[in-house]
């Protein structure tokens, strides 16, 4: 099943996907909250969804994220072998964990919007969970059953405010717009391996990374298991698995987004995204 949220930006409702074809179910649900989640909402949704009863979504209208209001966006930095190698970085003995701001998020196919005095922005496509229920202190053998299903996320990035500025990653991770998520939440039964999804992402027509899961240095299952013996993971929280190598920060020289680009991002199973790249302005 493929959870969708659609309509203008802060009125959006939740919906569904089925063979390509959207459908409201806002008669049944009131959005994809944490309590939704944390009920067994996808399974309850599943057993109520008739296609005969519910209003189609035209196919224009905005998809906004996924997930309304998750608790928070954690991300694991350098967990592909060439992308590490690529940054510079080293390789990491334990996952490099750091948070994105909720305000970050964005839809699929909104702007991407540079910062003010940014001159580093740069791209990431990456796979994000998204928690189906608490996890405190689980096994990496149990993790999966605390998933309620996966994400398409482009977690953009200003390297200088990422690098150049001290303290923590977050402040080059968390600006308006640096975290399109979507186009939809594919539920945990669609995907068979999520150590095993071919994720990718053009530039202006050109692809610049092309990578598979499998290539993870710490596999969903570890990083889930992992990230839950710090903090309690929430229904709905969003954890981003990190990118594979063909980062601008790579390039020789670094090759940094501008106004006007255009990104394309994708992984199989979980659909593809547009965004265009738009200078910051005050009006």
Known sequence: MKLIRFGTPGNEKPGLEVKGIRYDVSH??????EDFFANDGINKLKKEFDPKTSALVGPGIRLGVPVKKPGKIICIGLN????????????????????????????????????KNSKKTDWEVELAVVIGKRANYINKEEAL????????HNDVSEREFQ????????KGKSCDTFAPIGPYLVTRDEIAD?????????????????????DFIFNVQEVISYLSQFMSLMPGDIISTGTPEGVGLGFDPPVYLKDGDEIELGIDGLGTAKQ???AWSNE
């Open 163 to 170: 690098l150049e500025k001290g303290g923590q990653w977050v």
């Open 80 to 115: 592909y072998l060439n992308h590490a190698k690529e940054s510079g970085m080293g390789i990491p003995r334990e996952p490099v964990v750091f948070f994105k701001a909720t305000s970050s998020l964005t839809g699929p196919n909104d702007h991407i919007i540079m910062p």
């Open 276 to 278: 265009i790249v738009k």
């Open 28 to 33: 049944l649900v009131e959005d994809y909250t």
């Open 145 to 152: 059953d605390f998933v309620a299903g996966y994400v398409l």
């Open 194 to 214: 999520p150590n095993s999804l071919r994720l990718w992402l053009s530039l202006n027509g050109k692809r610049v990374q092309d990578g598979n899961t499998n």
